[in-house]
């Protein structure tokens, strides 16, 4: 039994089936890479995993008990799935170190960051989380001075200050530079190490520098998994996603 499992897990819109009947199991602390051509249903299985869309059918064991269809909230904060987001969650009026406080402390305390004196253990928190993205210099300023790569390490410090379980990452790299590309590689592979962590990628590049585990997916189906090697030496994987003419 692994420590996440997806049974059956099939999603229908409209009629149309983006996800069918995908079984997947994956262990406490592995990082699985998931790859496939677009539309294949990569970012759906992580909306149904993070309860942001509901299965048609199918079960999403996590620990042995069933999050299939549980709200975001709860998948969240009960059983400690975390996300990061394709698109922005950082609130632009408030200072880099500020964004980490807030996700550390909750986002109900909001107002607590302006009116309290911070304690010291949250800023020693905040200080290790700085230094795991490469941001202490940058603390003080306004995300908005960032760049591209550094506003997205800042999205994964408010990720990890949120102290998840398991971390699902869509297309952390999109956008990015190489070297920034490469550089969210070494975070992700050195400060997620402990975690269970999901990646969405296109960037084959990147898919080769973090992956253990691949899972490619095409039309709402697994294809194959496997190693690095394995899935780019398989011509079925090669033919519908890997070539390019
Ligand atoms: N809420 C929705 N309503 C209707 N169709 C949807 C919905 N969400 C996803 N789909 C469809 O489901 C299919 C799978 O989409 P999904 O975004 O999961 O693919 P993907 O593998 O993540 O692709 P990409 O690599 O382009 O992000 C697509 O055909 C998409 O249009």
Redesign the pocket.
Known sequence: MGYLELKNLTVE??G?R??NEVNMTIEKGELRTLI??????????I?MITGK?KPTYGSILLDDKNIAGKDAYEISDKFKVGRKFQGPNIFDYMTVEENVEVALSGYSSLLKTFTYRRKKNIQEKIDEILEQINLKDEKEILPNYLSHGQRQWLEIGMVLAQNPEIITLD?PTAGMTADETYKTGELILNVMKDKTLIV?E?DIDFVKQISEKITV?SQ?EILAEGSYDDITSNPEVVRVYLKTD
């Open positions: 819109f409209s149309f983006a996800v496939g051509p677009n539309g294949a249903g990569k970012t759906t299985i909306d869309t297309e969405v296109h997916l709402g």
